[in-house]
């Protein structure tokens, strides 16, 4: 699978959470021994860090998510793919949709047009289709299909001290983020989770202009593929 973006991953060792808890509790929340605060008092902090860094490196249009994909067999009639088989429970967005008949090989896919108005009578094939609300749709046909779903899906979840960090220099940003939400939240510091607030944006703004750079520097790969376009 080849990450987008954060490909300091690759062939290193990765930063586990705990050393983000180590650095929340060691460098902000004065609280080495975990007198005060719990691995689940912190994680919860760590989460929502994490979520929001992705949320603002895709605002910025630095593709922090992966490419994946996914075949799902579509009944006469159906529409609304997140209620079928095979549907991932970790989209972000939709890249491309492909469709074929079953048992057709794989140079028979061929692609959807994205579109707002999925009405019409049914026809062979789908033709369109919509993503809202988190929920991909196509166009009713009035026979089975199989579609090619192409989306990107979210990185790694973090869920405990042991899973892995996403990137290796994230580790700041998150310990810092994550502490200044925990002095306020957990805490009941505001003067505390103000000062780390502030060094947590500095880790911020350091990030995305790390990534805007190398993306900048990063040459343009053209991948040749052999599905179908109608």
């Given at each position: 699978m080849e990450h987008l973006v954060f490909k300091d991953l690759e062939g290193k060792m990765a930063l586990l959470v705990s050393e983000v808890l180590t650095q929340m509790r060691g460098v902000y929340l004065n609280d080495r021994n975990s007198d005060r605060f719990s691995d689940d008092d912190l994680i919860p902090y760590i989460q929502e860090a994490s979520q929001f860094l992705q949320s603002e490196l895709l605002a910025h249009e630095l593709k922090v998510v992966e490419e994946e994909s996914s075949v799902i067999t579509?009944?006469?009639?159906?529409?609304?793919?997140?209620?079928?088989?095979?549907?991932?429970?970790?989209?972000?967005n939709v890249l491309e949709i492909f469709e074929r008949l079953p048992g057709d090989s794989d140079n028979d896919w061929m692609r959807l047009?994205?579109?707002?108005?999925?009405?019409?009578?049914?026809?062979n094939y789908a033709y369109n289709w919509s993503f809202s609300g988190g929920v991909v749709k196509i166009r009713p046909a009035n026979r089975e299909l199989e579609i090619y779903l192409k989306y990107y899906k979210i990185l790694t979840d973090i869920s405990g001290p042991n899973s892995p960090l996403w990137a290796l220099h994230i580790k700041g940003y998150?310990?810092?983020?994550?502490?200044?939400?925990a002095a306020a939240f957990n805490g009941n510091n505001s003067v505390r989770a103000q000062a780390i607030g502030a060094i947590s944006e500095q880790y911020k703004d350091n990030l995305l202009a790390i990534e805007v750079k190398e993306q900048q520097d990063e040459p343009v790969r053209h991948k040749p593929y052999s599905i179908g376009i109608r």
């Amino acid at each position: 699978m080849e990450h987008l973006v954060f490909k300091d991953l690759e062939g290193k060792m990765a930063l586990l959470v705990s050393e983000v808890l180590t650095q929340m509790r060691g460098v902000y929340l004065n609280d080495r021994n975990s007198d005060r605060f719990s691995d689940d008092d912190l994680i919860p902090y760590i989460q929502e860090a994490s979520q929001f860094l992705q949320s603002e490196l895709l605002a910025h249009e630095l593709k922090v998510v992966e490419e994946e994909s996914s075949v799902i067999t579509v009944p006469p009639g159906d529409s609304n793919l997140s209620l079928l088989a095979g549907y991932p429970d970790n989209l972000v967005n939709v890249l491309e949709i492909f469709e074929r008949l079953p048992g057709d090989s794989d140079n028979d896919w061929m692609r959807l047009t994205e579109s707002s108005n999925l009405q019409g009578e049914a026809g062979n094939y789908a033709y369109n289709w919509s993503f809202s609300g988190g929920v991909v749709k196509i166009r009713p046909a009035n026979r089975e299909l199989e579609i090619y779903l192409k989306y990107y899906k979210i990185l790694t979840d973090i869920s405990g001290p042991n899973s892995p960090l996403w990137a290796l220099h994230i580790k700041g940003y998150l310990a810092s983020r994550a502490a200044a939400m925990a002095a306020a939240f957990n805490g009941n510091n505001s003067v505390r989770a103000q000062a780390i607030g502030a060094i947590s944006e500095q880790y911020k703004d350091n990030l995305l202009a790390i990534e805007v750079k190398e993306q900048q520097d990063e040459p343009v790969r053209h991948k040749p593929y052999s599905i179908g376009i109608r």
